[in-house]
């Protein structure tokens, strides 16, 4: 059985995640990155065709807007006791193959793939010190449980795989694209993934150097649509049992962290999300 995240690390910890990223969203702003806005993903990972008619479908409404006159920054949030950024215990930043697009299957000396509802994740980075113009040149590092409800790295069952964990950079426009597939709702949790950014590709082997951690909220009626198929089976019950204003992350608020779905089950599903930082 999945393990709860871990909500509050004091306020020691929030104190000093706060100061890194206002020290390193100065070194950004000094830096003065190429920035334009936009939002999708890269050839590599575009989002599925949407003109299946296969049942079941899902296509949401969702969450911000990069246009919007207010430029509010993503909530910082826990990064869970999954992160494997060598925060606690494993650290898969350091090992080959972790920059990459597609995150379904494992990297080095593992070769397990992870089974589920195809789903494209396209984040656009923001620099909000710069009127939500596009972040270029910036990394994100994402995870996220299987359709099991487990976490590789740490799971018992899936320990020694290290698939649904990836790094990319953002492109002229902000943009990153990561093909993975959609997690699983475990008891306690509403169904998220977590993304951590970094001010560089070069940056990302250490969380210390980190701009800020987050979580991405997925809608309701999707969610409903992915755990009517075979596999999700357990997520029925423990979707049911949770909403978003329940939730001990979004609880606070998720209007900045709730992407936009497009697409069918049957075909692959795509999540959007602007993260201004």
């Not at 936009?38 to 246009?67: M, V």
């Not at 972040?135 to 290290?162: K, P, T």
């Not at 150097?209 to 997925?218: E, F, N, R, T």
Request: aromatic share 6%; proline share 5%.
């Amino acid at each position: 059985m999945p393990h709860h995240d871990i909500f509050d690390r004091g306020l020691q910890f929030d104190m000093a995640a706060l100061l890194e990223r206002r020290k390193v969203l100065g070194l950004l702003a000094g830096a003065g990155l190429a920035t334009l806005t936009g939002c999708g993903g890269d050839s590599t990972g575009a989002a599925p065709n949407t003109s299946s008619s296969g049942p079941p479908r899902a296509s949401s409404s969702a969450g911000a807007s990069a246009s919007s006159a207010t430029c509010a920054q993503i909530p910082e949030e826990t990064a869970g006791p999954y992160p494997g950024d060598g925060s606690n215990g494993p650290n898969i930043l350091t090992r080959s193959g972790v920059v990459r697009s597609d995150i379904r299957g494992s990297v080095g000396s593992a070769s397990g793939t992870a089974e589920g509802v195809p789903l494209t994740i396209d984040l656009t980075l923001l620099d909000s010190s710069r009127g939500c113009s596009a972040l270029a040149g910036a990394a994100v590092y994402v995870w996220q449980c299987d359709r099991d409800g487990n976490y590789s790295m740490y799971s018992e069952s899936i320990a020694s795989e290290n698939y649904l964990r990836g790094v990319q950079e953002s492109d002229g426009e902000g943009k990153l694209t990561f093909k993975s597939i959609f997690p699983a709702c475990y008891a306690g949790r509403w169904p998220h993934i977590h993304f951590e950014v970094y001010p560089s590709l070069a940056r990302t082997t250490s969380p210390d150097h980190k701009i800020v951690v987050s979580q991405l909220a997925l809608p309701r009626d999707v969610c409903e649509a992915v755990y009517a198929t075979d596999g999700y089976t357990q997520s029925v019950r423990n979707l049911s049992q949770v909403s978003l204003d329940s939730d001990g992350i979004f609880g606070d608020g998720h209007t900045s962290q709730l992407g936009t779905v497009t697409g069918s089950v049957s075909s692959g599903l795509a999540v959007s999300l602007s993260v201004a930082v």
